[in-house]
Antibody, heavy 119, light 106 residues
C-alpha cells in the first residue's frame, strides 16, 4: 500500500524558514516523480513544486520560486520542501503527492502538514 | 497559466445522475484529471486522462471530454459521494486545478 506521511509543519513568523518532509513507503520511491501541493484554509489546490525521480528536473510555481527548494533523498525514501522568507499567504495545508504515469496526474496523496505563517 | 472553471456547487438526490463540468481557458488535449476530496481528507484521484478510471474507483464514476470541455459523471449518486470535486490539467505548465465543485446530497 502506498503511504506518504508529511511532517515538519507548524506556526512560524513571517520571514522565517521551515522544512517539510514526506516519508514514502509501499512503492519504489526512486522510480517516481514527486510533488508538493498546497491548500489554503477553505480554498482550492495549488501545485507548488515537482522533482523528477533522479532530481534531474525541478520545477516551481511562480509564487514560490526563489523562496522554496524541493529535494529528495532516494536512499531515505524522503521528499523535502525547504521554505524560506515565508509570507502569510503561504499559510496552507501542504500535501506531498506521487506522480502517476506519463499523464502527470497526482496519483497518491499524503494527509498533509499544516503551515501557519503569522506573527 | 491555464485557468480551469468549475461551477461552485451542485445538489442532487441519491440515485440520480450528476454531471460536473470543467472548462479550460486553452486546450489541454485529453490531459484532464479528476479528484474527490471529502471533508478533512486529502484529495483522491478518480479519473486520469479524461476518461480512465483510477484503481479502486467504482464504475459509477466516469469522465469524458477533450480540448477545453470536460465532464465528470456520477451515476447513480450515493450518499457517500458528498465531497468537493476538482479537475486538474497537466498538458500545459504549470499544472493547474479548478476551483472545485461541492456536491451536496438532498
Amino acid at each position: 500500500e502506498v503511504q506518504l506521511v508529511e511532517s515538519g509543519g507548524g506556526l512560524v513568523q513571517p520571514g522565517r524558514s521551515l522544512k517539510l518532509s514526506c516519508l514514502a513507503s509501499g512503492f519504489t520511491f526512486s522510480n517516481y516523480g514527486m510533488n508538493w501541493i498546497r491548500q489554503a484554509p477553505g480554498k482550492g489546490l495549488e501545485w507548488v513544486a515537482s522533482i523528477s525521480s533522479s532530481s534531474s528536473y525541478i520545477y516551481y510555481a511562480d509564487t514560490v520560486k526563489g523562496r522554496f527548494t524541493i529535494s529528495r533523498d532516494n536512499a531515505k525514501n524522503t521528499l523535502y520542501l525547504q521554505m524560506t522568507s515565508l509570507r502569510s499567504e503561504d499559510t496552507a495545508l501542504y500535501y506531498c503527492a506521487r506522480q502517476g504515469g506519463f499523464e502527470r496526474a497526482f496519483a497518491y496523496w499524503g494527509q498533509g502538514t499544516l503551515v501557519t505563517v503569522s506573527s | 497559466d491555464t485557468v480551469l472553471t468549475q461551477s461552485p456547487a451542485l445538489a442532487v438526490s441519491p440515485g440520480e445522475r450528476v454531471s460536473i463540468s470543467c472548462r479550460a481557458s486553452e486546450g489541454v488535449n485529453s490531459y484532464m484529471h479528476w479528484y474527490q476530496q471529502k471533508p478533512g481528507q486529502q484529495p483522491k484521484l478518480l479519473i486520469y486522462k479524461a476518461s480512465n478510471l483510477a484503481s479502486g474507483v467504482p464504475a459509477r464514476f466516469s469522465g469524458s471530454g477533450s480540448g477545453t470541455d470536460f465532464t465528470l459523471t456520477i451515476d447513480p449518486v450515493e450518499a457517500d459521494d458528498t465531497a468537493t470535486y476538482f479537475c486538474q490539467q497537466s498538458w500545459n505548465d504549470p499544472r493547474t486545478f479548478g476551483g472545485g465543485t461541492k456536491l451536496e446530497l438532498k
